[in-house]
Each structure stands twice: as C-alpha cells, then as structure tokens.
C-alpha cells in the first residue's frame, strides 16, 4: 500500500481501473475532501450526487453504497467509513464567486481550482463545468423546514473513508480550503489528509511508488 499526503488546500488527481481503492484518511480530523470521479473516456461523464440520491433513496451516502454516474452506471463503492458518517451531497465545490460573496479580494485557493489543476496535470479533458462533488466529511444538517446550516464536521483524527472503483475513472480529491466558515471545523484551518493506495492502483501521471 502506498500513502501519500494531500496537503491542505490542494487537489490531486489519480487514474483507477476496475477494482483499485483509494482510502482517504482525516489525520486531523474535521478536515473536509471534496471528491469527484470522471470517465477517461467521456468526460461528460461523471459521478452524479443528484443521480446517487435517485439510486440510493437517500440525502446522504453511507458505507457500502454504490455511487452512480450521470448515466445512472455504477462508479464508486463506498467500501468503508470509520467516522460518524456525515457526508454531503448538497453543497457546490468552493470557488472564486463564493470567496467573493464571503467579502475575499483577489486570489483564494478553492475547491473548483483546485478540479481544475488536478485535471490538467494528468492532461484528462475537462468537463464543462465543476461537477457537483461528494464533499465527504463535511456537516450539513437539513433542519425539518429544508434550512441548510454547514456545522463543523464529526470526523475524528485517524477516521477514514475507502473508495472502490467499479468503472475505469480519474478520482479528484481536494482538501477544502474554505477557511472563511467552519466547513473545515471551528478553528478555520485546512489540514492534510493522507490518501492510501492500493498496490494495483494505476501511477499513471506521475504518482509516486512509494
């Protein structure tokens, strides 16, 4: 197996055939990762939050779902998750229009830019627009009148989420920047997370051997 640190604030992007896994662990803890997989093929093609939620019956994702493509396709497992289970499916990726609402002037790392340069560094076509990510880890409670609040996540040091994948896809993950809000906890500071790999995972682009 081989780890690699997600430094706070960036992305990175991996190419997964059938069958590889990926667990992102929060060594923190309350460290959000927006997470997106894509088709190498299509890149109109991409995991579906709003596709997951008509499958599934379900706002929120839990472990052992299978997560679906826009073409209502099979495209991720969630293998396992040691946290409390919070997970968003809701909130659009950051960006610079949001950190600009927020009062931010000139440049802030976001989540969208951060899709953006992964993608590029492994020259995988963008798609059109940011897809709606699985912002995993992060606490957004639905009050009963439909009232979003973003709370600080539950997730402990050392809790982790594994992913599988069940189609060929590039999987996107950024750890959030959002220092403005406690999407990332009350103390308002991104963290690293630490990524585990499989040995089988495909290093195409560059990922390093160990």
């Known amino acids: 197996m081989t780890a690699i640190t997600l430094v706070a604030r960036t992305g990175r992007a991996f190419r997964l055939g059938v069958g590889d896994s990926i667990t992102i662990v929060n060594l923190y803890g309350q460290q959000v990762v927006d ?27 839990q472990e052992g779902d299978v997560l679906v493509d ?13 946290s409390e289970g919070r997970h968003d499916t809701l909130i659009p990726a950051c960006d610079p229009a949001r950190y600009r609402q927020l009062g931010v002037v000139g440049h802030h790392d976001s989540c969208a830019a951060n899709f953006r340069d992964a993608l590029q560094e492994l020259a995988v076509p963008l798609p059109s627009q ?7 880890f992060m606490n957004v409670p639905v009050a009963g009148d ?15 989420v594994a992913l599988r994948a069940l189609q060929p896809l590039v999987l996107v993950l950024s750890a959030c920047p959002q220092d403005l809000a406690p999407t990332n906890g009350a103390h308002h500071a991104p963290r690293d ?18």
């Open 146 to 160: 439909g009232t979003l609040v973003i709370e600080p996540p539950m997730s402990r040091p050392g809790d982790r």
């Open 130 to 136: 940011v897809p709606q990510p699985l912002n995993l």
């Open 35 to 61: 997470t997106w997989a894509i088709s190498p093929v299509d890149p109109s093609t991409v995991l579906s939050m709003a596709h997951t939620r008509m499958a599934t019956g379900k706002l929120a994702v």
């Open 70 to 82: 826009s073409d209502r396709e099979p495209m991720v497992l969630l293998e396992s998750d040691t």
């Open 193 to 210: 997370v630490e990524l585990l790999l499989r040995p089988s995972f495909d290093q195409v682009g560059g990922l390093p051997s160990s």
